[in-house]
């Protein structure tokens, strides 16, 4: 390698048509230095040897929503409590589900007079659930680069006692490495000559990861159940006077009064579909450097 300006710089080429330089250069991982004084201009800002990308980290979920029951239910009379035995007279016409109903107090029959004391409730209904999605991923933050990349010149170097062709690129020492270099947008090979030591460097990133959409499918194994309430006040106010499920026996009180029934679905599961991870993190903008060896 000839020196050059009593040796404190080396003969290179002059850049080849279409390559910018010669330049020094800085490679390492810390923040890029200051171009020294005599090779002021920064000429290259680039990246290189991108870390490794996680993929992201997908999961979907689903809530079971509007979890209501629309219907009717209807009432089976019992003159005995448990609604065991004890079973009279037809069941009551259908009922609308949320809407109170005044009740007397009845017998079985016109024949038999025993005291109807209890109701088993049977439902007819049909839900009204649904399943949301819940989309939990999380793409993890972007990659680094372990390396920095810096390329100083000057728009006045001479031949500095160069042979024709070539000029005198001065050499500052650490932390830029010794030698020139020139280089050209994009992902090129090496010009003919003396650059021939090739690295691809880079301006970004284009980081596509992400997840598939989550969705849904319908509420399976859910089915309406509900409770039954009996009031003293008419619109189903006043003192409650008694309880029970529907399906299921309720206690009937031997007076009047009101009732009214509501259902929800319970047992409901929705399965989650979606999810998968997709994308990569990858370097845009190659820039090709080529130094001498």
Sequence with gaps: MVTCNDGAGICAAAAPEGWIGPVILYLGADPEPACPSSMRNSALHANADL??????????????????????????????????SGTCGAPSQPMELGTCYSYIQVTCSQIDTAPVVAWYANINATSNASCSALDNSVVPPAPTWATTVLGCGSLSLGPGGCSAGDVCVDQPGSPFSQGACVFQRGDQPCPAGRYTERTLVFGGMDDTRACTSCSCNGPTGGSCQGSITMKSGAGCTGTTLGTGSVPGCVDKPLGSGYVIATANTVGATCQPNGGAPMGSVTPTEPTTVCCTP
């Design 51 to 84: 870390g490794a990308a996680d993929p992201a980290q997908c999961s979907c979920s689903c809530d079971v929503i509007g979890t209501t029951c629309t219907g009717s239910y209807t009432l089976q009379k019992f003159s005995e409590m448990g609604c065991a």
